[in-house]
């Protein structure tokens, strides 16, 4: 079978796009996502498909399209929310957080909301730091929400699909960073289905667990460390609600060390959670405490250097490693 | 598609002057109806409340003495299938739309039989075959809501079966979600989608503890702010529930013909505190006593009998009759089960994972067919 290379947004506008033939339900709205296209020229073309009932310009009015997409979702539609920015979801956060998430729970069964929110997370690039939330430590807190955190075209289209047809509400968190990154993507139909981690690289003495943008780093980092002789393992966790720890175990113990990466910051994160998990289910397998990368423990600069120090990049993640595995 | 895309973007700058008559009553048993809804909520949120001294229900509760005018002559004036969404202060509306008192009670009673088994409690109330999409307890959250449902049966009318958009939506909020910025969001977009919504404004003046005028610019002319967005409004008498029939009538009526939202300030009273735990000392008994002498019943009680034939045992008769029903419901509600255990982890996903274990329908819906 012949290689089919596209770039990871055109992966995303695949899977949106198919989806909104298979399904009438499914509709798009955001800033920009019509006439121009997508801030980030995702919803390419799409306009010009669906035209503008089905593919919809919204007003900066985040809380308030967000709002509307739920109660629209209520009903049985299946609205797809780009954000611009997950950062931009902040002002949104009580519908996304107490209608979307809740509203099955709190109706007793009778109102699903089957919804996508989705858009770039994480540090665009030298942003600022009301720019470059990393909300998955935030939001994962809730129950009732899935997320999805794709780190290849491949992933993208096949988690997007799986997100759009899913019947909760799902929190979809793409990187700007890897918009323009290409993959192997299939002509054919297919999913990615969620709660199912992906052994990315195999090796012996250490496993690495990330999600999404970081796991550039890790592969940068284990290419490095495969110099010393130390043999990375690294895990594409792919989504966090639900958290696939079984394939997270199991290779602890087989490498016994483990570090996790998340470019969220440390305090209550996805990194303190998976390597809580960790730690009850290894605790007779490590042969070190898990060691963990996040962000720094301060608001995203904007200088380039010192954005380069914060973020989770690769020194920090070979330093993280060499003391897991005690080879400082 | 060019057509299309006109109308979309048509965020009108002027609003187009509407003329709008009032619509003619119905016949006497349906007014009769009314009075028999608006008896039934009031010994229902009577019985509410000893139900909560009693201990027999928790957290917050809001009842709506006073206001039932709103629900009953609004809800009366759409068709059954026209979405409701609202904000806390919901057991009138749940009523009025049709809910058995019985589910509306267990609810806050914390029972398996309650509307949604006993997790939405006293603010939540919903009712999927009543089109009834809650209860909402954060102030202002249910008006993004109300335009999204508008959306879509606009959706499902125009591109789903491909025809002309006949639902209107109706979104109440009180006088205190005027100030909260979900509700700007959700008139601009109402306005600028064409969106078939109703805002409601039942304005009782307080927020709570807060007088509207210490809390609010513009407060003797609230429809400055729908007309902001694009929205025509009208002010009706909240409680005369037979203006309120025949304004929301003739406004029904327009918002579905011309898939436009409108703003309606039903000027109102609350005669009970915000919550149960309120004293009221932020107004007098004086005002109070002058809002209960224009009480909702009474009027339609003396409308009734001047015009309508109906007489003091009429009257009579129908509270003995909604006395009982509320006794049966409470009664209902007393021996509904506790919700089972095994409802903690239903209902948060659809699907079962981990801990979670799926969905299930409440009793409220066994029988009713998706």
Known sequence: MSERIIEFRDALCEAMSEEMRDDQKVFLLGEEVAQYNGAYKISKGMLDEFGPRRVIDTPISESGFSGMAIGAAMRGLRPIVEFMSWSFSLVAADPILNNAAKMLYMSGGQFGCPIVFRGNDGAGGQLGSTHSWCVE???????????????????????????????????????????????HVPQEDYTVPFGQAFVRRQGTDCTLISFGRPLHFCFEAAEELAKEGIDCEIIDGRTIRPLDIDTMVKSVKKTNACVVVDQSWSFASIGSEVASQIHRYCFDDLDNFVHRVHSDDVPTPYASNLEQAYLPNTRKICEAVRSATYNT | ??????????????????????????????????????????????????????????????????????????????????????????????LARGMDPKYCMAEMFGRIGGCAKGKGGSMHMFDAP?????????????????????????????????????????????????????????MNLAGLFNLPVIFILENNRYSMGTAIERGTTMASELHTKSAAHGINHAIV????????????????????????????????????????????????REEEAREEGSDCIDRLEKFLCDEHDLTTDGIKQLTRQVKT????????????????MDELYKDVYVDHWGPFTGTSKPEMLQGEDE
């Open chain 2, 325 to 340: 029903q509320v006794r049966e419901a409470v009664d209902w509600a007393k021996n509904s089960p506790e919700t089972p």
């Open chain 1, 137 to 183: 430590s935030l939001y994962a807190n809730v129950p009732g929400l899935k997320m999805a955190i794709p780190y290849d075209a491949y992933d993208a289209k096949g988690m997007l699909k799986t997100a759009i047809r899913d019947d909760n509400p799902v929190f979809f968190l793409e990187s700007e960073r890897l918009l323009s990154t290409t993959g």
């Open chain 2, 237 to 284: 008498d909240g409680k005369d529930v037979v203006s309120m029939y025949q304004s929301f009538k003739s406004i029904a009526d327009w918002c579905r013909e011309e898939s436009r939202p409108f703003f309606v300030e039903a000027q109102t009273y609350r005669y009970k505190g915000h919550s149960m735990s309120d004293p009221r000392k932020y107004r007098t």
């Open chain 2, 1 to 94: 598609m060019d057509k299309i895309e006109t109308e979309q973007n048509m965020a009108s700058t002027e609003l187009p002057h509407v003329q709008l008559g009032k619509a003619p009553l119905p016949e006497s048993p349906i007014l009769l109806g009314w009075l028999r809804q608006m008896l039934l909520i009031r010994e229902f949120e009577v019985r509410t409340m000893q139900a909560y001294q009693n201990r027999l229900i928790g957290g917050f509760c809001h009842v709506y003495i006073g206001q039932e005018a709103v629900a009953v002559g609004s809800i009366a004036a759409v068709n059954p299938d026209d979405p409701i969404v609202l904000a806390y202060r919901c057991h009138g509306h749940a």
């Open chain 2, 130 to 186: 009543h089109h009834l999409y809650g209860g909402h307890g954060i102030v202002g959250a249910q008006t993004p809501l109300g335009a999204g449902l508008a959306f879509a049966t606009k959706y499902e009318d125009e591109v789903l079966h491909d025809g002309k958009s006949q639902h209107v939506t109706l979104c109440y909020l009180g006088d205190g979600a005027i100030n909260q910025g979900a509700f700007y969001e959700a």
